[in-house]
């Protein structure tokens, strides 16, 4: 029975002192709580890792620089020393090889083919292979081709129906009168200037072997009715082949004085 404040006795179980080992303090509630500062990290082992040696710093070239490849001396200054000399370069020599590897365009070999399938004799395959020997030498290009006035109409028709360019060889025109298409052909040739015969690339002179191809197709057979204009096909045939003769031997004998020229111009020779 333990006795209350106005005297009052209370049944239950007498208080008891705090045991010796606890402490009772008093916390302020509005004080802020500070986390304690974590151990020191340690090692799996339980130890501390060892503090890292600072590494000291080499020279600032050599700090800078990470290759350990040789310096290559610059060439600005020389390169700027040559700006106003009158020395002049050696030009590059010219590779025959190189020269000769250059791409075939297109339209080139369907066109050589359709030339070479007619069956018109020796001079027509030899006046072919002279214009395909031209063709590779000037690389298929010119500049402009051929006279677009007075060409017959066969081949107006015929061309303005390709696509994208592509010409159809298994889709020529029909030629009634091989005399009428060689009187148009010899008129549209008669205009021509020495420059013209010249014209390579696919508007140069592959078009009159192609008017030429039907021509003389149709003029081996002729008709009752339609005059015999073989005789002035084979003088085409032959004027021609005549003209590309003078043309491979022009460009051979300027390719031989590039090629000299390149030799006699070398660095060895330069004052």
Known sequence: MTAGPNGARFAGTPLQDPPANVTLTTEDPNAARTAPAPPPLQDISGSTPPTP???????????????SRA????????????????????????????????????????AYNHLKNNALGPMWTDLVEKWAEYERAKGWKSAKGLPAKGQPEEWQKWTSKARWGVRDYNRIPEVG???DLGLAVIKWVSSFNSADFSKAGLHGMVALLTLMAWW???ALTPSSWNSDSRPQWQALVQDLTNRFNILLNEHSVLKRSWDND????GPENKQ
């Open 216 to 218: 003389g197709t149709v």
């Open 71 to 110: 310096h290559v001396p610059t060439t600005r200054l020389d390169r700027q020393n040559e700006i106003g000399t009158n020395i002049v370069p050696p030009k590059l020599p010219v590779d025959e090889v190189s020269m000769s590897i250059i791409e075939e365009p297109a339209w080139f070999a369907p």
């Open 262 to 265: 390149n030799l006699n111009e």
């Open 53 to 67: 040696t600072p590494i000291p710093l080499r020279d600032a070239d050599v700090a800078i620089r990470k290759s």
């Open 177 to 179: 009168d091989a005399a």
